[in-house]
């Protein structure tokens, strides 16, 4: 035994052993050590404590081993050669062992380049061999470095190192691993282990070295978080071999995290069988809870019960003591707040029930009215009903009489009627004696009616009981000249009646009724019924019997109010109903529901127009919703009414060619259902107005007076155009001439943050930034932009200022595209091959900011254009445009620097700006630039350093950083659009944190040639995928976000929708 | 050889920007060699200071001389003669001649017009790689003749670290581990065995962590 450590006497004992990984925290907090110790706790032997791992400082493994100590968790405290000299270095082994420190692992350290002070000075006084072998003397040979005797208590440690068999060369390997055993280490723990085979390689030439006999060897195994991390650590940790396997079966997995640690169980039962591997090594970074679920899985739970895990400090009773009274302190603190907030939260809950219970009573007051109405209505419908058997008893009665003696019956009316067609011949004949009893009768019954509904102000009702009675007289009496329509008689407004009629119309007639009633005894009786008649056969439709009823009444009695009035009503329903008999053949084509119809006071011409453009909205709702067959009817509906209608003969074929496309969604029964809502609910004026002003913008360009070429490009544009994001309401202001493109402002949050943030005092949240972004001017005169400057993370507004926001610049070819998909040449079609119209159209229409003319013909692997033809279109684009202008050039370094040389050579003083620079054309094209003071474009491979090692190169030249746009290299979405937004988020916050003024350049994301690329962009629309166009546009708006948030200041767009959206964005977080 | 690169000319114009009359002085020695501090680069120099400052509105007089080698006292002694003529001297020699002219030359404002970097070849035109870091304590005969304490970015002793990989450093693509160029080297010699001696840890009191170092040769010795 060495040191006597729990590790040492696991695996001295002859258990497979389990140790695990704990990354100190970047501050000073000890909470964060402690927590992660104690979710690892019971489930390893002990755990690492790394030591500034990739060399970011952070709380230094002495302290946070001992924290873990006092948790109950053996530390093996991790040392690196990097940051101390043999002295600190000794003396800090000498204070780990006196705390209770009983393992430590010796390594060189990771390159203080990859850390957040690359600026440092590494120290590397020894290497990782040399401190097992000083470690080793002062504890075996109680000796210092120097040889000098250790007088007293030497450190007492249980030696390990690190060994990554994946690094080169792959021989030496072994025999390093048996340098590290000969100087010291009594165990080794392996670099992260996914390619099992080369690592069974690896341990049978140490087992022929016979080394696993020396020492310990613990496999390291790490659970893939997701499939991103996977790549990541096979692209950019040197020496780690993730194997294709592992990725596949990331990929294919459902649940990736699931999968990961499945495939670290995986990892441990095969290291398991190889004779020599003494243990795994489970570094879950970041991770921490995976490793109890991954240690039961592998069967190792089961872990020997701790020995020798005492914390020698946390033992001192004052420190506990003072711990304690903080606690205390702290938590009176917590409680008296919580009181409070409690207290407030209740008083608010009593406050809610309050208003509550009142709402609530209200509710059961009206409930309890409209039940009382309810009952007064039934208890009234009873009578009525008694009523009416006795009427119509004495209707029988009348009969009877009248089957006696028919001949001598007398007519009611004073006239009969002419007969209507098919209308049975008039009973006529003056009434007899008993008759005209029954017809008194009645005429009480009718009375005694009114009294008892006289009390109920429903007009509702009372017509109800006018027109029964009406109807009981036409029955037994005088037949009506058109037959009675084939329903029974009211009880609710007829379904024909327009929708805005019956209303006014009941008002109007409720009244009457009462008054009649009234008057009743002191009218002819003849004529009142003669007006009840035409009543009845007005409201039944039969227009031309209620004239003739109302006429009559009237020669009966010329003054009689009532049937003036109705005889007018009548006429007028006559006309109308005349008019739409006119009208019904052309709309019985068109629209098989026909027009419902019109209200009288709506003058006929008005009211078809607005029909037109309901339905030309209706189409326009259904369009957007997507249900294209919906949009059709309702489009040809309109049409039908005016077939000149620009706006809907523009819907119709959008909707047709929607139609063609796409597999509509939409049951059948959806539309016909759409439609009677649509009309059950007639919407009012206003928000008819709304629709009408909805639709109209995009149609206004057409109107207005144009190129006619353009107007034809434009017509065809739309139809496909609109649908391409039908989710996204297009607002355009009148006028535009690009208003379907044109994307309606985000809404902005209104209270600031410092509001939003409550109580929470701001130096919580708001962590100020050292640094500033460059600002660099693009163009010159009025149009120039500037992009840069920030002195914050992109966005954070209440950390710092955004001076200019990210702007978007589009991208022209300089000669047709090839490649392109039609959702997006079709917005260029008609300039595809004219660069400077192209650029031109970019601006006034699409209403570009800035242009970056690709220079792809001049690639020499494909049309290889010679650098003056190239200059001279680029010349033209020049002279085309006033907003700045980016070259950017086909990407080999050699033709690029003749290519712009011969571009500056044309266009001289005007700024443009140049790229791509890369570290072989840097000095050509930097001192070009620096000749006319251009920006240019510092184009690097997705890595920081390259990037800021082009800048210093640059800046070496003499190109001031505000001359330098960096161009990290961009992956689309799905194609490593995390690499790319991770390391631009590093080199943002290097510059803005860490005052790496090199690498404070704004950035140029050129992302519309890599999503213009992906596959998800070129193929068609189908059911699975979805609208081809729609989820480019989409493709492209979401890589331009994603990089907008990791710090783009100027992005190189392709399709005019998605430029839109995300200058939507910018303004709308700013 | 020493190999130096010229400050940039900014920071020049600012150390220079008080004076009248300015004496630009080159070496023939090592940085002509690597075209930093030779007759060439005297007269660039001394044109673009001129330049320089006569946008900024001053004038300045400037005298372009080179000395054969800027550390050995015969060559240096003569400054003092007409030290009082300039307002500086600009030394374009690596630091060794501007600490010799600042030591040997009392009245003398000298300078540094470049930055010395490295002992290193020549690769090729325009490209130069450090080879040797001075330390003292020559460990070449057990390396093959390629030195870790220069060209491992760690210093190691004992062989690659785990960011080897292909034969490239970790710490950018463009730097060679070396080494695994030693292990290379050694194995060809079929000397890899050597390989697995452990190399204790070194001294660096003669890597200048011992103060400043100086030679003395006896029988040499005035």
Redesign the interface.
Known sequence: MKAGSNLENVLRSGAFAVTGELGPPKSGDLELVRKKARILKGFVDAVNITDCQTAIVRMSSLTAGLAALAEGVEPVMQMT??DRN?IGMQADILGASALGVKNLLCL????Q??GNHPQSK?V????S??LL??VKGMRDEKKF?CGEEIKGNEPSLFLGC???PF???FE?RP??L??KV??GADFVQT?IIYNLEKFAKFMEMVRDLGVHEKCFILAGVTPPKSLGMARYMKKFV??LDVTDEVLARLSDAKDQREEGINICVDIIRQVQDIPGVAGVHVMAIEWEEAVPEIVKRAGLSDRPEPKGIEPVLSSSSSIEKAVEDARKEVRIEFEEELERARTEAQASRELVIKEKEKVASEISDLKKQIEEARTMASHKEAEVRKLTEEIQKAKKELEASQAAGPAQAPPVAAASPPPGPGAPPPPGGPLTDREQKVLESLNLGLQALKSVLGLDDSQFEALRRFLEAEFMLQLGQIPAPAPPPPRPPVTEPAPPVPEAEPAPAEEAKAPRVEEAAEEKTARNKEVVNLVAKGNLALHSGDYNGAIEAFEKALSIDSTDEKARAGLADAKAALQKALSAVKEAPEEAAAAPEGLPPRPEEIDEQWWKEKWVIRYTAMGNVALMKGDYDQAVSAFEKALALDASNEKAKAGLERAKNRQGIFIPEVKAGQAPAAVKEAEAAPKPEAEEAAEEKKEAPPEKPVEEPEAKAEKEVKKEEKPQAKPAAPKIEISAPAGEGVGEIAVSPLSKEEPPLSERAGDIPEDVYKEACSGAIQSVTLGDGEKAISVGGETALPFYNFEGDMPNPPRVAFEVLDSEPEEWPDVLTKYFADCLGDPAAWAKKCVEEYNAKSICLSLISTDPNGADVAPADAAAVAQKVVEAVDVPIIFWGCGNAEKDTETLREITGRIGEKKVCLGPLTDANYRTLGATAMAFQYPVVASTPIDV?LAKQLNILLE?L?VHLDHILMDPSIGAVGYGLEYTYSVMERIRLAALTQQDDKLSCPFIVNLGREVWKAKETRLPTDGMLGDQERRGVLMEAITASALLLAGGELMVMRHPKSAALTEALVEGLL | MIIAERK??GELLEMVKGCRRLLVLGCRGCVAVCSAGGDKEVSVLASAIRLGLSRQGKEIEIEERTLVRQCDPEYIDPLNEDASDFDAVLSMACGVGVNFIADRCGKVNVLPALDTTFYGANLSSGEWKEMCAGCGACVLHLTGGLCPVARC???????????????RC???PDVS?IW?QI??KLSGLNRSDE??N?????D?TSAGHGGPRRRIREDLLP
Request: with cysteine.
């Open positions: 050669c990097r043999r060189t350290g990771d390159h380049k990859f590494g590397f006084d020894m290497d061999i040399q072998q000083m470095q690190a060994a990554n690094a080169d060369p030496f025999v390093r048996a340098k000969a100087a670099q040197p020496g350093n070496n003499g | 940039k000319l970015a760690k210093s190691l002793s004992n062989g690659p670290c785990g960011g080897s990989q292909n034969g970790e710490i950018h581990c695994q292990y290379d390989m697995k452990i190399m204790p840890m070194r660096w």
